[in-house]
Nanobody, 114 residues
Framework: QVQFVESGGGWVEPGGSLRLSCAAS????????MAWYRQAPEKQREFVAR???????YYLESVKGRFAISRDNTKNTLYLQMNSLKPEDTAVYYC????????WGQGTQVTVSS
């Protein structure tokens, strides 16, 4: 029932940066641990990062130090700042609650290449 709309993806050269946004429809966004996931071509969707209701964070090992997840509860919006992007970061990025709902959005494409 909750809906998510991801945006901010695009093409960037290796070493570049992008900032993704995720707008959530629920008015109780603030009570959920939120997360970013990604799915690369011909691969399964994988967890990327999460942020708790206390703003504590946890990251996939390969993105530590490069990505930063944040949230703005007043706007029901989740963010993912991605720096030092690598070709292996190329994927469609999705947001959802950490525990997961069935309401996956369209995702936003991130392409990292020369």
């Amino acid at each position: 029932q909750v809906q998510f709309v991801e945006s901010g993806g695009g093409w960037v050269e290796p070493g570049g940066s992008l900032r993704l946004s995720c707008a959530a429809s629920t008015d109780i966004f603030r009570i959920y641990t939120m997360a970013w996931y990604r799915q690369a071509p011909e691969k399964q969707r994988e967890f990327v990062a999460r942020i708790g209701t206390d703003y504590g964070t946890y990251y996939l090992e390969s993105v530590k130090g490069r990505f930063a997840i944040s949230r703005d509860n007043t706007k029901n919006t989740l963010y993912l700042q991605m720096n030092s992007l690598k070709p292996e970061d190329t994927a469609v990025y999705y947001c959802n609650t950490y525990l997961g709902t069935d309401s996956w959005g369209q995702g936003t494409q991130v392409t990292v290449s020369s």
